[in-house]
Nanobody, 121 residues
Framework: QLQASGGGQVQAGGSLRLSCAAS????????MGWFRQTPTKEREFVAA????????RYADSVKGRFTISRDNAKNMVNLQMNSLKPEDTAIYYC????????????????WGLGTLVTVSS
């Protein structure tokens, strides 16, 4: 129901754009979020956006560098990642849930398969 794409390898300071395609059933009016995880760190919230796009939330570590957006006509959510740092290296997961609070709490109902982002120094 959620398919993430756009991961890859980039040098520090570079940019990547992640995209997530969602089935209409889970996308309509739901909150969309991105999380990331590495083998040595716990799963971390990255960004979230409400279905109207009127409310966005970001982890402090990515504020000012990452931008989440959504295209409801295409059932897509995007994560534009600029000024990437080696510490951004992780598997990124697209998620969705009816509640923003639930997403921010790290427990969204649906998770997609991750896409790997590698940032080299």
């Amino acid at each position: 129901q959620l398919q993430a794409s756009g991961g890859g390898q980039v040098q520090a300071g570079g940019s990547l754009r992640l995209s997530c395609a969602a089935s209409r059933r889970v996308f309509s009016s739901w909150v969309m979020g991105w999380f990331r995880q590495t083998p040595t760190k716990e799963r971390e919230f990255v960004a979230a956006i409400t279905w109207t796009g009127g409310t966005t939330r970001y982890a402090d570590s990515v504020k000012g560098r990452f931008t989440i957006s959504r295209d409801n006509a295409k059932n897509m959510v995007n994560l534009q990642m600029n000024s990437l740092k080696p510490e951004d290296t992780a598997i990124y997961y697209c998620t969705t849930d009816p509640s923003l609070i639930t997403v921010l709490g790290g427990r969204p109902k649906y998770w997609g398969l991750g896409t790997l982002v590698t940032v080299s120094s």
